[in-house]
Nanobody, 122 residues
Framework: QVQLVESGGGLVQAGGSLRLSCAAS????????MGWYRQAPGKQRELVAG???????NYADSLKGRFTISRDNAKKTVYLQMNSLKPEDTGVYYC????????????????WGQGTQVTVSS
């Protein structure tokens, strides 16, 4: 049974930082790509960042330089470090299990975490 459990969301002022974590179980973590998506109120869910089994990463163009995705295969955990947060970064952030891939493009599966709320106040 695949499980993805996110943590680390919260309320932060604009300019602040948060680090999200997603702990996975029930999978061979090291071969899969992992991704972070977000969904703002009234908007579609969008890919924020993906990381592949070979360690390469990709990001939404608007987020490059502020967000960093990383993974710890020993802990079966993927992280999203978010810096210089803006009010428009507010939303629910979801962890996704990607299809096995050493490099991009990111291809999601139907496995999602429960989501963690990130709220950035101005």
């Amino acid at each position: 049974q695949v499980q993805l459990v996110e943590s680390g969301g919260g309320l932060v002022q604009a300019g602040g930082s948060l680090r999200l974590s997603c702990a996975a179980s029930g999978i061979i973590f090291s071969i899969n790509a992992m991704g972070w998506y977000r969904q703002a109120p009234g908007k579609q869910r969008e890919l924020v960042a993906g990381i592949f089994s070979g360690g390469s990463t990709n990001y939404a163009d608007s987020l490059k330089g502020r967000f960093t995705i990383s993974r710890d295969n020993a802990k079966k955990t993927v992280y999203l470090q978010m810096n210089s947060l803006k009010p428009e970064d507010t939303g629910v952030y979801y962890c996704n299990l990607g299809r096995p891939s050493r490099t991009g493009p990111y291809s999601p599966t139907s496995w999602w975490g429960q989501g963690t709320q990130v709220t950035v106040s101005s």
